[in-house]
């Protein structure tokens, strides 16, 4: 069915949601992130949809899963939804449906500009909106925003953004900080497990009504989510132990777990290691590839970094993010190259056997 003239397509603020909303029908698929900004921005969107007389569905996109790759547009062709929201999981220049109205809420800076799909974003703000705010400022665009500002406050401590001066982030302070820094830290782990499974962070998000039902207890998923938090820890703290090899202006940290610690790797190490790219590579976290992630406490744009030394085989798993947070996904044989292309030598590179 062809979109409507008035369907806002391409780069759009907030306040042309409602306008875009109108054509996803009844049964709109909300599609999110695992983390907490894509969960809180998932709920956020759920609570308004349903407050709009929707009855919206959810799909996560989990462990080693791409919303844009070829395995999730084969799963989309048998969906029944009528529209899709897709909210943190970046900007590429397709849409795994085409022929359904479109929806991105997304912060990261686009890879391609896809056509007639409307992309709620604050990529030319500043500073620029996590996915969960501009959610947040969908909702309210709609009047069905009450009740969620919270929600869009774990997703700004969860990106780091809420000492960026948000009126949103300010006014969520009196909620209290400590219980929302907690909530976060309890969403995020689920998504760092070897299982990558968030649907009980997402299911307690939904049943909270502030951060302090999230720590409380009162519902089962709080367990499920404190045992993700300690096997996320164990794995975190066996490889905190291992030291970086350096070439030229990069810092390699390289270990095996099947967790997603990565970034929490690079993270630690970017704050000691303040004049070169740090860079976690984890290959053990999904068979035949190294995943990582890259951090930079210096002024350097990674996403023209890796651009520079992309290898002939990556995909749409490779160099997306931010300038100073951004990582990826490479088979063995294309992270060789690209180690060798950093300028290391055979003690970082892998082999089959070793991949596990």
């Not at 306040?15 to 709109?28: C, D, H, M, N, V």
């Not at 996590?130 to 709609?142: G, N």
Request: hydrophobic share 45%; proline share 7%.
């Amino acid at each position: 069915m062809p979109l409507p003239a008035s369907f806002p397509t391409g780069l759009q603020p907030p306040s042309a949601f409602p306008l875009a909303l109108e054509a996803l029908g009844p049964r709109p698929l909300v599609v999110c992130h695992n983390d907490a900004d894509g969960l809180s921005a998932g709920a956020i969107l759920l609570h308004a949809l349903r407050r709009t007389g929707r009855e919206p569905e959810v799909r996560i996109v989990g462990k080693a899963e791409n919303a844009y790759s070829d395995a999730f547009r084969r799963e989309m062709a048998d969906s029944a939804a009528t529209g899709l929201v897709i909210t943190d999981l970046g900007v590429a220049p397709h849409v795994p449906r085409p022929d359904l109205p479109t929806v991105l809420i997304d912060h990261h800076v686009p890879s391609g500009l896809p056509e007639g799909v409307a992309i709620i974003t604050g990529v030319h703000d500043t500073p620029i909106p996590t996915s969960s705010l501009l959610a947040y400022r969908c909702a309210d665009a709609l009047g069905a925003a009450d009740g969620l500002l919270w929600l869009a406050a774990i997703g700004l401590i969860g990106d780091m953004a809420d000492g960026d001066g948000f009126p949103e982030m300010e006014a969520a302070r009196a909620l209290g900080i400590t219980a929302l820094r907690k909530a976060v830290s309890l969403v995020n782990a689920p998504r760092r497990t070897a299982s990558g499974d968030a649907s009980a962070a997402l299911a307690l998000l939904l049943k909270s009504d502030g951060p302090k039902a999230v720590l409380s207890g009162e519902h089962a998923e709080t367990e499920a989510l404190l045992e993700a938090k300690a096997e996320v820890k164990r794995e975190l703290d066996a490889a905190r132990k291992i030291g970086p090899k350096v070439a030229g202006e990069v810092a390699l940290v390289l270990f095996s777990s099947p967790t997603q610690i990565h970034p929490l790797v690079a993270q630690a190490w970017r704050g000691r290691i303040k004049d070169r790219i740090v860079i976690a590579a984890n290959r053990g976290y999904r068979e035949g590839y190294v995943h990582f992630a890259a951090r930079t406490a210096d002024d350097r744009d990674l996403l023209a970094f890796l651009a520079g030394h992309r290898p002939p085989g990556a995909d749409e798993q490779y160099g997306n993010g931010h300038r100073a947070a951004s990582g990826g996904a490479l088979r063995i044989a294309d992270w060789n190259l690209f180690t060798r292309s950093l300028g290391f030598g055979p003690e970082t590179e892998i082999h089959q056997e070793q991949a596990a």
